[in-house]
């Protein structure tokens, strides 16, 4: 357990230094800068007369969890799968004195890390921007909690990203990949229905299931099936490819 750890320390430490993750991360903070700007200019605008007061909060978290993360989590494990792959650097992990499941394991567990940091950073922005506008701030506690939920999906985009890097040959096609089946599945989603709401990546805003959630005991566990068998489904095809191939 102790060198799972510390393997997973090292492979976050190598995405944090990836100065592209800060930047894409201070854009989508600009995205909620520029959101606020919105309400202001309205109000300006309509003399005033126009207020919006708004949870900008919990507006946000859509923009967070279905395109911030998404991107994040992809380039993660791009980087630390199809791009050490093709660069040949994958093998200086492989000779440490861990198992392949575990490298596989950490390498994974840094991409899902990153992705759960970048959500507090966006709540942090947020909430600085909601209190700056004068916002309610009596909704932070039930925001927070569904900020916190939404970590949970991140796995099985985390799982999804790192079966196409096994199957990919190269950085570009995996994070082609990666988008592209995330965009077919979310369009399954929106326009498809009962069909899109059997697959995980239609659970990306997980709050939904828990906080005022009016659905029954019995729909919400087969929901949780659904995410869960998906994420054991991928990581184990992607641990029967990444075990056979000589890197």
């Known amino acids: 357990m102790r060198s799972l750890i510390l393997n997973t320390k090292n492979e976050l430490k190598k995405l944090i230094m990836k100065k ?27 003399g005033g007369e126009i207020i919006i007061k708004s949870n900008l909060i919990m507006e946000m978290l859509g923009f967070i969890t279905d395109i911030l993360i998404p991107l994040i989590v992809f380039m993660g494990v791009t980087d630390l799968f199809a791009s050490e792959i093709q660069e040949d650097t994958l093998k200086a992990s492989l000779l440490r004195p861990l198992t392949r499941f575990k490298v596989m394991t950490s390498k994974s567990l840094a991409v899902f890390i990153l992705g759960c940091l970048v959500i507090l950073a966006m709540f942090a922005v947020c909430l600085v921007i909601q209190i700056i506008s004068g916002g309610n701030l009596n909704i932070i506690p039930a925001t927070f909690a569904a900020y916190a939920i939404d970590m949970i999906p991140v796995i099985s985009l985390v799982a999804m990203a790192l079966f196409i890097n096994m199957i990919a040959k190269s950085p570009t096609l995996a994070m082609l990949l990666c988008i592209a089946v995330y965009i077919f599945f979310k369009y399954l989603n929106f326009y498809i229905s009962p069909v899109g709401q059997i697959v995980f990546t239609a659970y990306s805003q997980w709050h939904r299931l828990w906080i005022g959630s009016i659905l029954p005991l019995s729909a919400i566990i087969s929901k949780i099936g659904i995410l869960l068998g998906s994420v054991l489904i991928l990581y184990i095809l992607s641990y029967m490819l990444f075990d056979k191939n000589d890197y």
């Open 20 to 46: 592209k993750y800060i930047i894409i991360t201070l854009i989508g903070a600009l995205v909620c800068i520029l959101r606020l700007g919105g309400n202001v200019l309205i109000a300006k605008v309509s």
